[in-house]
């Protein structure tokens, strides 16, 4: 069974924020704020969660910045990244989970090959929202 990883790019004045993961296996490196869905969670409820969780920020979802898929040997995982206007907060976050939280231009960003957790995943995703490449959010349907 695979995963289903939900986030969202985050930007403020021409700067994107990133999360730096504390998690062993990543521990370091930059990434989106993203996760896993939850069981019985929508994806726009899973993006926000998370997004909170691992940022501090409440946002709005507005459009999808990418969906991504990866198949493992062992697993495969869906992701589906979200382009976001900030409502309220400040940052905080869980120094369990994330080591630092920051603001980086687009050029930095892009020049992170070796910071990053997942290169082409993360600077696709924030190019689609550096060029206002985002699809509508309305193609997501929530089945009930």
């Known amino acids: 069974m695979g995963t289903i990883i939900v986030g969202g790019v985050i930007e403020k004045d021409g700067k994107y924020l990133l999360v730096q993961e504390a998690k062993e296996s990543c521990r370091g490196k930059w990434n989106i ?14 993006a926000k969660r998370e997004i909170f969780e691992e940022c501090g920020y409440n946002v709005k979802l507005t459009g999808i910045a990418q969906i991504g898929n990866r198949v493992l040997e062992d697993n495969e995982w869906i992701s589906i990244i979200f382009s976001t206007d900030r409502l309220e907060g400040e940052i905080r976050f869980n120094t369990e989970e994330i080591l630092d939280v920051k603001w980086f231009s687009y050029e930095q960003i892009m020049q992170m090959y070796d910071e990053l957790r997942a290169y082409d995943w993360i600077t ?21």
Do not use: M, Q, R, Y
């Open 124 to 144: 696709s995703a924030i190019t689609a929202v550096e060029k206002n490449e985002i699809c509508s959010i309305d193609v997501i349907k929530i089945i009930k």
């Open 33 to 46: 704020p993203a996760g896993h869905l939850d069981p019985n969670e929508s994806i726009f409820e899973g």
